[in-house]
């Protein structure tokens, strides 16, 4: 086990204590629903695509784990996760909003009995499985990048590439008021590879199956 991953693994084991200590705000789906508006802009269109920091596809977050929906906002809430728009959207909303929130797009667009494939109908080039072994992906976000061993922690699988290259950038930022992501264990995976080959794994974990999504909404109601 490299020294890498054991401190990372120190990190995740107090992270989950903590979290497993602290007591959690329950989510409300019904209240959620009423709360996205705000959401919608950017997560309501099929294709659309921001501009900053670069242009790329907003992430899919339709059918992501409710307690990372609400963990990201809380770290763009607490500028842990630098973003202008975000952190403003952020600002404004308590621990129960994002509860909300979390609940709501975690079964949003979902079908009831539909499953995953077992195994990935692609398998990764051996030059991509040797990075994503390196980094110890698969031990966070689980088999196939689609079951994440701790509810935190996101769903990749089939995310847009274009988003997930542009987050894993992030990580590597430092000292920038405007872009950057503060996650000691990803900023240290993140730092270990060049952008070339963060592009490389963020390509292939875009192809695999997942119950990511972007379900079209209308911004009237």
Do not use: W
């Amino acid at each position: 086990m490299n020294k890498l991953f054991a401190a990372a693994l120190a990190v995740i084991v107090s992270s989950v204590t903590f979290t497993a200590s602290a007591q959690e705000v329950k989510g409300d789906v019904k209240a959620g629903q009423s709360k996205a508006a705000m959401c919608i802009g950017c997560h309501g269109i099929v294709g659309y695509q921001a501009s900053f920091p670069e242009i790329y596809k907003a992430p899919m977050i339709s059918g992501q784990g409710a307690k990372y929906i609400s963990n990201a906002l809380a770290a763009y809430q607490k500028d842990e996760r630098k973003h202008p728009t975000m952190k403003a959207i952020a600002a404004s909303l308590s621990e129960q909003d994002m509860a909300d929130l979390g609940a709501y797009y975690s079964q949003h667009g979902v079908v009831a009995g539909a499953t995953l494939p077992e195994k990935a109908a692609k398998e990764p080039s051996a030059a991509v499985a040797a990075l994503l072994t390196k980094g110890a992906c698969i031990s966070c976000h689980g088999a196939n990048f689609a079951k994440p061993i701790d509810p935190g922690y996101p769903k990749i699988a089939g995310q847009h590439a274009d988003y997930l290259f542009v987050a894993l950038k992030a990580y590597k930022i430092e000292g920038n008021a405007k872009v950057g992501r503060s996650n000691g264990v990803m900023a240290g995976i993140a730092k270990q590879y060049s952008n070339a080959e963060l592009k490389a794994m963020a390509g292939y974990i875009s192809s695999l199956p997942g119950d990511l999504k972007t379900v079209k909404q209308s911004p009237f109601r």
